[in-house]
């Protein structure tokens, strides 16, 4: 009887008869089976080989067919998946789906696999006696004659029509067909371009790290912006290679970033295996396989890579580990940051977290000396720090959200021939439509939340629901004037047209890019000094490197001050440091000025005054006060629901339900409406749970998930846990 695995949303796995005619042995945990489930075809994974079954063999349905020979996951990996599915309590057939290459669920073959095609015994004699055959014919009995079979690249070669040809060929029996599996490639012997001369600190971290190789060792990278923490890491590769194993590098996004996977490509001539969301089922399954088989002695992927077998594992990088996008924020909500360090413990291979702004739980592991701090305290090369300025917005004109200091110091580096970055985390032209006369402001009508003016568009958007509407002219209820208040990059980049007339502007946020191409084409005019001037999001604090920017203003640092989420701080404090380091990383001087209407916060003065070190340890202080991650331990059940009462109603009842067994070990707060309440239609509540312990917390999670599973009211709402939340309001 088999256990199996399949991608359904039940957290259950199910049981099969192993496939009629099937070998004793041909059934093995790891590997993959399809079977019937209701009226679909699936492939799932066999988790355990067992002997009874909760239902009567009678009642037992056999599995159509075992796919594999050996487990498409190494038993690490395998595991690793199994222990995140417990963890974090998702089912886990729908864990091992995210870990699996679609295609692969899709029941292609494990290995790379081709139909080739030969002459039957005496098939070439027999084509040889035909009186009249035609181009395609003669052609394909060339290629047949000169070796020993033909593949998909001859016959591709051969051109169109020539299948056609061969198919007469086999009806007749003159060729045949047999699948050859490709065995997996040698790995490659790496060479490896010249790197310029460490730094001191450098030359440390590489030490370290290196010294560690062959066992497990976290790691935090801590170097500040433009340190050269991936020259770190591409000589800890180096290192790895040359014991013939492999690397896993993390990054948070590849398809916006593709300097990253650059650097690693023009330094050794080896295959990469580079896996994204921009790739093809077929192309991920290549990348894949080149992975598990040791052929790419280097993978560089985004989160679900962290599930990427290796033949050889030597070494896992996380690259600006603080990224919120390593947590996957629905569905099976895990955190690829902490699962590579889990494996590389079980690996017993040294994990290296790389950022200039960690996140305050990785940098109180490294305080409780957990993972091992190496810093990189000043920048490589010519350059120096950035000189920090706040540009209070109370003393000083502003027009189109520039104040006049910013505005001067414009003026300024474009002169001196630099380039200058504008930073505002609001895409659209303006964040609200407003009515003077009556207060009307453009509300959506499916979100507590007003509609955002994107003008060139002549809409009105909803960032949180995607709903659209023509911009009115006038106010729908009293027909006063409207006008749009605020702004966002849209109207940034109108403002700069009129302030600096013909300096050509490049704008960076989700409206203007939507694919690499145009990523690579903006990222062209900017370091070919095409671009003078660049407005942009979150998009631009990714790791790139613009050497030519000499100024960095951030248009609105009051935006994360107040934020309702206990997060905020760190990541408005990540934002503007990460922002900041993109001015002056070459030989000139940078200048950074952050525009604010409460430059008395202690966050900004904080981070003014001690950089973000100075704010991350009085941040820890807050977070070990308040008993908030990481010093505790979160879950958070959602709920959301069409009828405002009923998440509340369902909440109310699993707090009910945890009643004693919650004990002092858990807290239970809430239930409470979410800070956005109404979203997309739905009304949105949650209940937090906190406990001073991990095992605390997970013990009382797995039985009392089930029972509210199990609550009538749970039927009237959609429902989710996420533990060890990055959003909590
Ligand atoms: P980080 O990832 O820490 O922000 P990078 O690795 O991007 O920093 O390095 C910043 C710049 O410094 C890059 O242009 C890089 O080529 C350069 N650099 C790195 N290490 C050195 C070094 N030892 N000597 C000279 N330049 C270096
Ligand atoms: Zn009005
Ligand atoms: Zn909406």
Redo the contacts with the bound molecule.
Sequence with gaps: MLRVALDAPLRRVFDYLPPPGAAVGACRAGLRVEVRFGRQTKVGLIVEVGRGSDLPTARLKAASVVLDTEPPLDGITFELVRWAADYYHHPLGEALAAALPSALRAGRPLHARETRWQWRADGAQAVAGQPRLGPRQRALVAALSTGASIGEAQLEALGAGVREALKGFASRGWVESFVHEAPPLAPPVATVAQ?????AA?ADALAAIGATLGTFAPFLLH?????????VYLRSIEAVLARGEQALVLVPEIALTPQAVERFSTRYSVPLAVLHSGLTDSERLQMWRAARSGAAPIVIGTRSAVFVPLARPGIVIVDEEHDASYKQQEGFRYSARDLAVLRAQRHGIPVVL?S?TPSLETLQHAESGRYQRVR?PE???A?GAPRTAIVDLRMHEERHGIATPSMLAMQRHLAAGGQVLLYLNRRGYAPQLFCPACSWAAPCGECDARMTVHLKRHRLICHHCGAQTPVPFACPTCGAEVRPVGQGTERIEDALDEFFPGVPVVRIDRDTIQSRGEIEAALERVHSGAARILVGTQMLTK?H?F?DVTLVVVLNADQGLFGSDFRASERLAQSIVQVS?RAG?ASRPGEVLVQTACPEHPLLVRLMQEGYDGYAKAALAERAEARWPPFSRLALLRADSTAREAALAFLEEARTLAGGAAGNAVRLLGPAAAAMERRAGRFRAQLLLESGSRAALQQFLGPWLESIGALPSARRVRWSIDVDPLEVS
């Design positions: 790197g310029p001369v460490l730094t450098q170097g500040v912006t433009g340190s050269g923490k991936t020259e790389g200039a990189l920048r490589a090369g350059a790791g490197d050497p380091g990383r």
